[in-house]
């Protein structure tokens, strides 16, 4: 998991990003964001939040694919078959825990894995926000795509929030 603190989302690249933040960082907050909207969603907030965490984790054996390079490679990637890769020198309750946790998410099997893929949303969503608001070009296509793709009444609410609110509004309070 320490290769995500390193490994930079790559799609920021395509609107001039020179220095986008970390898999890592955006899987921070999509486990801060998971936990949230699943408090008020009625679910598990710590699931969610686990969930979230892992989201990613594939990406150190994938790297960070953008949306748009996917119809040119043959196959992304089973995130459920690399993850059973990834854990294969865990503990068998650890390994099994973050093989579940995967699974659920890929299958949305569930509401806790449905606030989890909206925290995922919502984050980019929030991210092109911020990118916007320093200067990027571009960024509407992110917000949109984020925004269309939400699911549950928390996230669609907070994309709200995030889209009439200055992302610095939190210092005048």
């Given at each position: 998991m320490g290769v995500l603190k390193r490994m930079r989302r790559a799609g920021w690249w395509h609107v001039g990003v020179r220095d986008p933040e970390s898999v890592a960082e955006h899987s921070?907050?999509?486990a801060q964001l998971a936990?949230?909207?699943?408090?008020?969603?009625?679910a598990d907030p710590a699931r969610a939040a686990f969930m979230a965490i892992w989201h990613d984790s594939q990406e150190t054996r994938t790297g960070d694919i953008p949306h748009t390079a996917k119809p040119y490679i043959p196959s992304s990637g089973d995130n459920e078959a690399i993850t059973k890769d990834q854990v294969a020198r865990m503990p068998e309750a650890a390994a099994k825990t973050v093989q579940e946790?995967?699974?659920?998410?890929?299958?949305q099997s569930s509401l806790e894995a449905r606030c989890a893929k909206d925290a995922d949303k919502?984050?980019?969503?929030?991210?092109?926000?911020?990118?916007?608001?320093?200067?990027?070009q571009g960024v509407e296509g992110w917000i949109k795509s984020s925004q269309d793709a939400l699911r549950t009444d928390t996230a669609k609410r907070?994309?709200?929030?995030?889209l009439s609110t200055s992302h610095m509004a939190w210092r005048d309070r």
């Open positions: 921070l907050r999509v936990g949230l909207i699943a408090a008020e969603e009625g946790a995967v699974g659920e998410y890929e299958s919502l984050e980019c969503l929030i991210q092109a926000v911020e990118y916007g608001a320093a200067g990027y907070i994309a709200i929030a995030a």
